[in-house]
């Protein structure tokens, strides 16, 4: 065990004038299995790099670890996956890496070309290796390529290490893994004890107990300024009599008189220093209150019932079949997620439903007529600046800007470079854009990869509240959970279609 010791870390991108961090002082342990939340833009992906030397910075971070961040580059990638992962880790000896396979269910990839294994595939494979260096591991986002039941398994063989340090926004996937948070909040970085679940729980209690504080400061500062007004007014008249020639024909008593105003004007001094001992400790609460506005979504209704309709379809990559013949139906005001492995074939029936040219058999049917929005599993398709971007969708800019607003865009990330947005901010231009289009249909394609938990619930709010007609892949338990009327399995094997209740 040790500590890692970050003392006055200070930080601001080169060509930018607003710092990611500022005098940040933290003690971490690298026996923790450590998971880092926090806002979209707010430098969880920086503090990794960082810790991994990637930056020059003001302030100390001791010891200097021997650190390794993931995803890790690889060069070479048409070799087998052994030989791959040797050179990741030199010292591993062969029944290392199938011992570490085995707890990842993927020891069979080992002799298979690593180009050929999937995303997923291929992250599982770079976690072993990783894992046997024996190094301080910076794991950023590693469950962006992982379906359901890979996001499961890596969370198990993380639970089984320690030693690392993980960014994601999966909330399951924490709370399965981690014992504590690190919270990278609006105005510092706290660490806390437990897993996902508890750290939330704490810090809703927390932002409702500032909340109803600083409603009752405000309502004891409106008090307190009306009675230092009336006081203040009643010393002043007080003074004044003082002056006044004669008072019912006799000449006032000024000793008595002043000494009355200075009475009343200590009272006044009193309320003036309450007012702004409440206005001081105002100030001090709700520095890390998050917000997350409503948003809204006008989709357009379908004229028929059924949109879409896939009787014995089975997909193909080349020549290749990839499902046995698929059965469902869309129906209006559904929201069908699309669940399976990796490679099972769930982005390609998107795409076939977008009017892709993709080899199928079966008949596949959609209504005529149909406006779709969509919303690609990458941010490739975002380049250049967010008005040529709005252009390019058709959209309008300003209500497309609102929306950015609304998903925790702050001032200053509008003036920034779209090349230095992070990539969940790249995210959810994608999803602003969409969100921006009156559709009949959604497709919507892992739409939460590098997503903050903020932007994640505000989503689940909108679906569940104007219920657009979706069909849509996402491996966030809890989000599907929340959002799908009906879950399409789709395997190698079969793909049948069940109603979740």
Known sequence: M??????????????????????????????????????????????????????????????????????????????????????????????????????????????????????????????????????????????NHLDTEGRQIVASYLKRKKGFLLVSHDRAFLDDCVDHILSINKSNIEVQSGNFSSWFLNFERTQAFELSQSEKLKREISKLSETSKRTTSWANRAEEAKYNTKIGGLRPDRGYIGHKAAKVMKRAKITEARQEKAIAEKSSLLKNRETSESLKLFPLTPCKERLLSLSDVALFYGERKITTPLRFELLRGERVALEGKNGSGKSTLLKLVLGKEIKHSGTFALASGLRISYVPQTAEAFSGSLSAYAREKEIDETLFKAILQKLGFEKEDFEREPSRYSEGQKKKVLIAGSLCERAHLYLWDEPLNYLDLYARLQMEKLIVTYRPTMLFVEHDRAFQAAVATKVVRLTKESANATIEP
């Not at 890496?97 to 690593?114: G, M, Q, T, V």
């Open 2 to 143: 040790s500590v890692i010791k970050i003392q006055n870390l200070s930080f601001t991108h080169e060509g930018s004038f607003v710092p990611v961090f500022e005098n940040v002082n933290l003690m971490l342990d690298t026996d923790w299995k450590l998971g880092v939340v926090g806002r979209n833009g707010r430098g969880k992906t920086t503090l990794l790099q960082l810790l991994a030397g990637k930056y020059e910075y003001r302030g100390s971070i001791t010891p200097k670890l021997s650190c390794t961040y993931f995803p890790f580059p690889v060069q070479g990638k048409d070799r087998l996956t052994i030989e791959v992962l040797q050179e990741v880790c030199s010292e591993a000896q062969e029944w290392e890496l199938l011992r570490e396979l085995s707890l990842l269910k993927a020891e069979d990839c080992l002799y298979l070309p690593f180009c050929s294994l999937s995303s997923g595939e291929q992250s599982k494979a770079l976690l072993a290796a990783l894992f046997l260096r024996e190094e301080y591991l910076l794991i950023d986002e590693p469950t």
